[in-house]
């Protein structure tokens, strides 16, 4: 190590290695490595697995975390994935990644594997010269996943609160779920009693909200949604005046589908969202079987991205408000919001999801926030380190919510009522098998559960024998299904018996029944210019891809609404 490579690692913020046999690999990505992140990484060039280990020690022991280690894979280190799996377990905080040369078919089978079997973040292709832009995307793309495990990037928000409080956990879920980057400070420890001192708080409202990105918007002490929208500046105005072509109710993967295709079809448009964005599909961790993502990506970030996409299209969005109800008159739909606002559309588009089931067990229930939570809860994953956590339910949502906790936690045990193998991608169930700290118990429930300021243990059923078993547990993740949110819809929209609601052919024969003489279209409901999508439509797949699709039919069909009804008032 030379003593600029030394001087670097006095100010490095994290390390990159790499480890190959091969002269080339070293001497080519090395030298690209060095030359893009030299200035804020500290990069390792190891030629063999000995020198790896010995060269990871040395950092950590120098305070130097590891961001990513590299390792080619190739004729000359055919046993690369092996050499990523075994330096893994000496810095488990790091991403991995093996290196390969462009067309080298034989490497993609184990490769897919591995990345199934948890062992690999991802793969690179050699740089064919220098400043090889997609060798760079793809180095970036893997940082930037270690940077998100982290979590000690720049606050744009600081909660102040009780670490235990279940309105903190759902403000520190909010702002993570719409990707708001957020730092949370317990009341009662010395950080967060000089963050209040420093604000001239004393004995304030709690949760307590710091809007750093705007200075001049003073503390939030306790605040409402709307609050919080109003000091964001989201809060925009709803003008009673104009008749929107369609509204979106729920920005979700088939809300935020519906209003990119018709935004950028010259609809005006206009979303509603009350929580966050992505729905359901917000929460979970990395999403690794959507379409054109092969190493996966974040709920959060895919829901984001297409925010963005259908804001710069034009479309409207209404945070921080729900939908309480709807009425129709000559055509027009007027959608009501919690505020007392109105809105006035041609057509609307219902796709406001589903909630996650309640255990109702009350014991527990009380338990909600401190130790508590349903859905993947991502904001409270880091807190996690060191402790038992379950995870109750057997669908995808709830293996990409072990596979995430099992990265912080000590021990993750995923209950179930049946084998995750019924209702679980094999993609995940490999992933949970080959984790060393996740395990699987099939045929329980939980009937039972308690502590004092947090939760402690809960008491598990066998669903077969009856018997009852007490466990340690830290906290408790419930996944176990959904129930329409369909709470806003008049009994004018026909549902079927569990709230979803009916569309299209399956309109028939239900109560309120199709008012008109022509059939109804795929995605309508029984109110004519109304039309369901995603999960809150009976019927629905309950997949992100399936969501998405949804989004756009809907869209399609607007588009046969409005020209059938501007033909319906020329005859008329």
Not at 496 to 523: I, K, N
Request: aromatic share 6%.
């Amino acid at each position: 190590m030379g003593a600029s490579d030394a001087d670097n690692e006095l100010t490095a913020r994290a390390a990159l290695v790499l480890v190959s046999r091969d002269p080339p690999v070293r001497d080519q990505v090395g030298q690209e490595l060095a030359k893009r992140y030299g200035a804020d990484y500290a990069v390792a060039v190891c030629d063999a697995e000995d020198d790896l280990a010995a060269r990871l020690a040395q950092l950590q022991d120098g305070g130097i975390p590891i961001a990513a280690i590299l390792a080619g894979l190739s004729p000359a280190d055919p046993d690369g994935l092996d050499v990523l799996a075994r330096a893994g377990a000496l810095a488990p905080g790091a991403v991995r990644a093996c290196i390969v040369r462009w067309g080298d078919l034989e490497t993609a089978a184990p490769i897919f594997e591995a990345i199934t079997l948890g062992r690999l973040d991802g793969w690179l292709y050699r740089p064919d010269r220098a400043g090889d832009e997609d060798f760079h995307l793809s180095v970036t793309e893997l940082l930037a996943e270690w940077d998100s495990r982290q979590g000690t990037g720049y606050e744009a928000v600081q909660v102040i609160g009780e670490r235990w409080s279940a309105r903190s956990q759902e403000l520190r879920d909010m702002f993570t779920r719409n990707r708001v980057p957020v730092g949370f400070y317990d009341a009662s420890a010395s950080d967060g009693q000089e963050l209040l001192a420093g604000l001239g708080l004393e004995q304030p409202a709690l949760p307590v909200v710091v809007l750093r990105f705007r200075p001049e918007v003073p503390a939030l002490t306790d605040p409402s949604a709307m609050d919080i929208a109003a000091a964001f500046g989201v809060l925009e105005p709803v003008d009673e005046s104009t008749l929107a072509d369609v509204v979106v109710v729920g920005a979700g993967p088939a809300g935020l589908s519906a209003a990119v295709y018709a935004a950028s079809e010259g609809l005006r448009t206009v979303v509603v969202e009350p929580l966050a964005m992505g729905g359901q599909a917000g929460t979970s961790s990395l999403i690794r079987n959507y379409l054109g993502f092969p190493r996966g990506i974040s709920g959060n970030r895919l829901a984001a991205s297409a925010y963005q996409q259908a804001w710069s299209f034009g479309a409207g969005f209404i945070w921080s408000r729900s939908v309480v109800g709807m009425s129709s008159t000559d055509g027009e739909h007027r959608v009501h919001l919690s505020d007392g606002a109105t809105l006035r559309a041609r057509t609307v588009v219902v796709a406001t999801g589903a909630e996650w089931r309640r255990l109702e067990v009350p014991s527990l229930e009380a338990m909600q926030g401190r130790g508590l939570f349903y859905g993947a809860a991502v904001s409270e994953a880091r807190a996690m380190s060191g402790k038992h956590v379950l995870v109750v339910g057997g669908g995808n949502s709830a293996g990409q919510a072990a596979v995430h906790l099992a990265r912080y936690a000590d021990r993750v045990t995923v209950l179930v009522r049946r084998g995750l193998a019924e209702t679980m991608s094999e993609y995940l169930v490999h992933e949970i098998d080959e984790a060393p700290n996740i395990d699987v118990r099939s045929r329980v429930q939980l009937v039972d559960g308690s502590g004092g300021q947090v939760l402690e243990e809960v008491v598990v059923e066998d669903l077969d024998t009856g018997e009852r078993e007490t466990i340690r547990a830290d906290a408790v993740f419930v996944l176990i299904g959904s129930k329409p949110a369909s709470g806003c819809l008049g009994p004018e929209v026909a549902k079927d018996q569990s709230g979803f609601v009916l569309t299209g052919p399956d309109l028939d024969g239900a109560t309120p029944g199709w008012p008109l003489e022509r059939p109804p279209m795929f995605l309508e409901t029984s109110v004519p210019g109304v039309f369901a999508a995603g999960d809150v439509r009976a019927g629905s797949v309950k997949r992100v891809a399936s969501g998405v699709g949804a989004g756009a039919i809907a869209v399609a069909l607007v588009h046969q609404y409005l020209a059938w009804a501007a033909a319906v008032a020329v005859d008329g």
